[in-house]
C-alpha cells in the first residue's frame, strides 16, 4: 500500500523528459529483491558489521580509531573507477568485495519522515510517522525552540526506521527558498518571505534533525540537506516551468534576499549538505555554476558535507536547457563546478565517456565522492549494526509516542493565526455556543492538512472531530471539492440559519497549490466566496471563516461583510490540526500564530509577472516590489498579523541614542562625507547594543505574544523601506509583564546590502518599530 503511494510520489517529483514507468519498473524491481528481509523488519547488512565478519577488521575504512579523513581516503583508494562512479549517485550500487551495502540517499523529511523518496516507506512494522503541520504552519510560529524541537522528533522517528531496514539516513529537507510570489505552489513548503525567519527556521531545523548524542560533536544524527539553491520559486506558472526558466537576479537581491537562509543553514545549522536546483539564475544552471557551489558553499560558507543535484537537474540542463553539446560536457561542468552527488541516473551513465574524453579526471571523482563517503561516516553508516550506537536503541515504538504526537498538536495551535475578531466574538463559550454548524470543503478534511513532502501520519483529527468535542456539531461540505466548481448551497444555509454559530473551512489543497503548480489568482477557489457569502447570510449566529491554505488568500470579501465576525489562517496543520483549531476556537489555547508572509490583494497578480524576480520597486514601469521588506501597495494582511485573545503592549526601557562608529582617522569618510560604511572591518568591533522592551499582558487570559523588532535604514543603496532584525516569543500570564533584550550588533543586523552586494551600515536616523512603538536614533562616525 504504502509502496503504491510511494511510487506515484517518486514520479511527481521527476521531469517528463523521464518517463514514470521507468522508475516503477526500477523501483518494482529494487524492492521485489529487498522484500525478504525488508517487509519481516529484519536488519539489513550494514557495512563494517565486523562482528558478523571479522575479516572486514583488516580494511581501513572500517577502523573507527582512525580519523576520518583517513577512512575516506582508504575507501577512495580500495574502489576501481566503475564503483567510484556508482557513488556518484543517488541509487549507491553495493560493493560486495569490501562488505558494503547498496545505499539509497533519496528521503525526505520536511515535517516529518516521508514517503517521498525512494529511500523510505512505511509498512506493518512503522505504519506511519508523525505528521508535523506543514512548514508555512510551523513558521507562523516564530518560535525557534520549536523548530529545533520538532527537527528533533522527526531524526528521532527516522533513526528508529532505519534501524529497521524502512528509512535512510540521509533528508533532503528542508526546503528554505523564500516565498517570493504568493502564487508559487510550494510555498507552503518555505518558511515565508522574510529572509531572517527563513534563516531562523532553516538552522534550527537543521539542528535538530542532525545534532548528535555522540560525544564527537561530528556526528550526524541524520544529514539534512536545504534547497533549493538558489532563487528556485517558480514551478509552473503559464507555461513557465522550472526546468527551463532563467531567474535574473540583481547581485543585491541575491545577497539580502535569496541567499541568507542557505547562508544560515551552512554557517549557523552546520547543515551536511545543499541541493542545487533546476533553474538557471543569471543565464547558468544553479548546479553547473561553479561560483554559486565551489565559490560560495564551499569557498565562502565552508560546507562540511555534500552538494547534490535536484531529482535529474544534469539531464535537465543538458536536455532540456541544450546548456552543454554532449552529455559528458554537462558531466564535466556539473563535477567541476562542485557537484558530488546526482539524484537520477545521467552520472552513472555519462561519467565514464567524460573522463574517457578527457574532460574530467579521476581524481575529481575521488574528490566527488570523498564527500559523500564522509558523511556517510559522520552518520555511522560505516561502524557495522547500528544496534551499539547511540540510537540504536530506537525502534518502532519509538514512533508516534503520544509526546510525539502531542508536539505535533501543540505545532499547530502555536501556528493558527488570528486574523480577524470583531467584538471579541471569540473565544467561543461552550456553555452558549450549544450548536455548530461546520461548513466548507475542508471542514472535515484528513489529507489536505498535512500538505506535501508528506507521510503517513499516526492518525488525523480533522475539523469537524476536533469542534465535535466541544459541542454538538452538523455539517455540510458545501462544495465536491475545493474546486468548487457548484457550491450546493441550499443545505449549508439550511444549518447555518438554526446553529448557535457557523464555522466555514474552506481554502485550497494539493489540487490548486503544489510542486508543478502555481496558482494564477489569489481568489478563494471556485464558488467557495458564494458559498461562503450566501451562507454568512442567512446564519443565526456569529459567523467564523477559517482558511486552510499555504499561500495567501484575497479574502477581502469576507473582511467586508459585516456578518463574519473572525478569520482564522491556519495553512495546512498536520495531522492534528482539526483539534488545534477547535481548542483555539473554544478558547482552550490563546492563539499566537503570525503571518510569515504578505497577503496581496488579486490585482497583485495582474500588475506583477510571476517571472519578475526583482524585490526592489521600480517606478519607472510601476512594478511594486514583493514582501513587507518593498512593497508599499494595497495588502489584504500584512506579515507579522496576527491576534490574541489578550492585549498586549510595549515600551521601550532602554535604547541607545546614538551609534558611533569608530572609523580610523585615515579613512575616507573622514575626510569626504559618506553615506555610509563597510559592515565588515577593525571599526565593527563592539558595536552591539542592548534594546530592552517591558512587554505586557493585559488581558486575563494568558498567551503568547512574538516581539518584532523591525528597523527602517536611511534611504540608501535601495534599502528595505524596513526589515526584520529579531523576534522573539514569550509567555505571559494574564496581567503580568515581562523585560525582553534584544541583542543588536550594529554592523550585523542594521546593516543593508548595497548595489553590488557588499553589507554597508547607512549613516544618519535609523528607525526602530516594535509594534506601534516607533524610536529613532542616529548612526554615525
Ligand atoms: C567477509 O567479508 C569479506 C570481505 O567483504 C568477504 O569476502 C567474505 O565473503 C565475508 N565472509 C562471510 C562469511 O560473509
Ligand atoms: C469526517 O471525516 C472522517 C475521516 O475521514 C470520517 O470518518 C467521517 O465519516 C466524516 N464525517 C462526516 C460527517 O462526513
Ligand atoms: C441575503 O438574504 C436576503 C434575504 O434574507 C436576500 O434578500 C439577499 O439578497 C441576501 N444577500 C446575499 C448577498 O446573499
Ligand atoms: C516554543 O516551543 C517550545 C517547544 O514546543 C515550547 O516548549 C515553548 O513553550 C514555546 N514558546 C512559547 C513562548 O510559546
Redesign the pocket.
Known amino acids: 500500500m504504502a509502496s503504491q503511494e510511494n511510487r506515484a510520489q517518486n514520479c511527481s517529483v521527476f521531469p517528463v523528459l523521464l518517463p514514470c514507468f521507468f522508475y516503477t519498473i526500477l523501483f518494482i524491481t529494487l524492492h521485489s529483491l529487498s522484500l525478504p528481509t525488508k517487509a519481516l523488519g529484519q536488519s539489513p547488512p550494514f557495512a563494517c558489521d565486523t562482528a558478523g565478519?571479522a575479516?572486514?577488521s583488516s580494511f581501513g575504512f572500517c577502523d573507527t580509531s582512525k580519523t576520518l579523513e583517513a577512512r575516506v581516503a582508504d575507501l577512495v583508494g580500495r574502489l576501481t573507477l566503475p564503483e567510484k562512479i556508482g557513488y556518484l549517485i543517488s541509487g549507491a550500487a553495493s560493493v560486495?568485495?569490501?562488505?558494503i551495502p547498496k545505499y539509497e540517499w533519496w528521503s525526505e523529511a520536511l515535517h516529518g519522515v516521508s514517503y517521498t523518496g525512494p529511500g523510505t516507506r512505511f509498512s506493518s512494522v512503522v505504519p506511519g510517522a508523525t505528521s508535523f503541520p506543514q512548514v508555512i504552519t510551523t513558521a507562523a510560529s516564530f518560535n525557534t525552540s520549536l523548530f529545533e524541537a520538532i527537527g528533533k522528533v522527526v531524526s528521532s522517528e527516522a533513526r528508529a526506521m532505519y534501524n529497521v531496514g524502512l528509512a535512510g539516513l540521509t533528508y533532503w529537507s528542508p526546503n528554505v527558498n523564500i516565498f517570493r510570489d504568493p502564487r508559487w505552489g510550494r510555498g507552503q513548503e518555505t518558511p515565508g518571505e522574510d529572509p531572517l525567519l527563513a534563516s531562523k527556521y532553516g538552522s534550527n531545523y537543521v539542528k535538530g534533525l542532525q545534532q548528535s548524542d555522540d560525544p564527537d560533536p561530528n556526528k550526524l544524527k541524520v544529514a539534512a540537506c536545504c534547497k533549493h539553491y538558489t532563487a528556485y520559486d517558480v514551478d509552473n506558472w503559464k507555461g513557465v516551468d522550472r526546468y527551463t526558466f532563467n531567474a535574473v537576479v540583481s547581485q543585491q537581491d541575491l545577497d539580502d534576499t535569496f541567499q541568507p537562509p542557505f547562508k544560515s543553514c551552512v554557517v549557523d545549522g552546520n547543515v551536511a549538505s545543499v541541493m542545487c536546483s533546476y533553474n538557471q539564475v543569471n543565464g547558468k544552471p544553479t548546479c553547473a555554476d561553479s561560483d554559486l557551489l565551489s565559490g560560495v558553499i564551499r569557498g565562502d560558507w565552508k560546507l562540511n558535507g555534500y552538494i547534490v543535484t535536484d531529482c535529474d537537474s544534469i539531464d535537465v540542463l543538458f536536455k532540456s536547457q541544450h546548456y552543454t553539446k554532449t552529455p559528458e560536457e554537462a558531466v564535466a561542468q556539473s563535477i567541476l563546478a562542485g557537484v558530488n552527488l546526482d539524484c537520477g541516473y545521467f552520472l552513472s551513465q555519462h561519467t565514464q565517456g567524460a573522463v574517457d574524453k578527457g574532460l574530467i579526471k579521476e581524481s575529481d571523482i575521488d574528490k566527488a565522492i570523498s564527500y559523500n563517503f564522509a558523511t556517510l561516516m559522520r552518520l555511522g553508516f560505516f561502524d557495522g549494526n547500528p544496534s551499539k550506537k547511540p540510537y540504536g536503541n530506537l525502534g518502532p515504538k519509538d514512533v508516534c509516542t503520544p509526546a510525539n504526537q502531542e508536539l505535533a498538536l501543540d505545532a499547530a495551535r502555536q501556528g493558527i493565526v488570528l486574523l480577524q475578531n470583531t467584538a471579541k466574538t471569540l473565544p467561543f463559550s461552550a456553555t452558549k455556543i450549544k450548536s455548530v454548524a461546520v461548513i466548507g470543503p475542508n471542514a472535515n478534511v484528513t489529507k489536505t492538512m498535512i500538505g506535501n513532502y508528506e507521510g503517513t501520519p499516526c492518525k488525523y483529527t480533522t475539523p469537524l472531530q476536533g469542534l465535535a468535542a466541544y459541542t454538538s456539531t452538523t455539517f455540510q461540505a458545501g462544495c465536491s471539492n475545493v474546486a468548487c466548481a457548484t457550491a450546493q448551497v441550499d443545505e449549508a444555509k439550511q444549518i447555518a440559519s438554526t446553529a448557535d454559530a457557523t464555522i466555514l473551512i474552506v481554502g485550497a489543497d494539493q489540487s490548486i497549490e503544489a510542486e508543478s503548480r502555481d496558482r494564477v489568482d489569489l481568489l478563494l477557489p471556485g464558488q467557495q466566496p458564494l458559498l461562503v457569502s450566501e451562507v454568512a447570510n442567512v446564519s443565526k449566529g456569529p459567523v467564523i471563516l477559517v482558511i486552510m491554505s499555504g499561500g495567501g488568500m484575497d479574502v477581502t470579501f469576507a473582511k467586508n461583510n459585516d456578518k463574519i465576525k473572525s478569520i482564522l489562517w491556519v495553512g495546512y496543520p498536520g495531522e492534528a490540526g482539526g483539534a488545534a483549531i477547535a481548542d483555539i476556537i473554544f478558547g482552550a489555547y490563546n492563539p499566537c500564530g503570525r503571518l510569515p508572509m504578505t497577503w496581496y490583494p488579486q490585482s497583485y497578480t495582474d500588475e506583477v509577472p510571476m517571472t519578475n524576480m526583482n524585490m526592489r520597486p521600480n517606478p519607472a514601469t510601476g512594478y511594486p516590489g514583493r514582501s513587507y521588506r518593498f512593497y508599499t501597495g494595497e495588502t489584504v494582511y500584512n506579515f507579522g498579523d496576527g491576534l490574541s485573545y489578550s492585549d498586549f503592549t510595549h515600551h521601550l526601557a532602554k535604547a541607545p541614542t546614538e551609534v558611533s562608529i569608530p572609523l580610523q582617522e585615515i579613512h575616507e569618510c573622514r575626510s569626504s562625507t559618506c553615506k555610509s560604511v563597510d559592515a565588515v572591518g577593525e571599526h565593527c568591533q563592539n558595536l552591539a547594543f542592548d534594546v530592552h522592551l517591558k512587554v505586557r499582558n493585559n488581558g486575563a487570559m494568558g498567551g503568547r505574544h512574538t516581539i518584532f523588532l523591525f528597523s527602517s535604514p536611511p534611504s540608501v543603496h535601495n534599502s528595505p523601506r524596513k526589515h526584520l532584525l529579531g523576534f522573539e516569543k514569550v509567555f505571559l500570564h494574564g496581567k503580568t509583564e515581562r523585560l525582553v533584550v534584544f541583542k543588536v550588533d550594529a554592523c550585523k543586523h542594521l546593516s543593508v546590502v548595497d548595489e553590488v552586494g557588499n553589507r554597508k551600515v547607512a549613516l544618519g536616523v535609523h528607525q526602530l518599530h516594535i509594534g506601534d512603538l516607533k524610536y529613532s536614533f542616529n548612526v554615525r562616525i
Not at 96 to 99: E, I, K, P, V
Open positions: 565478519n575479516s572486514l560486495s568485495r569490501l562488505g
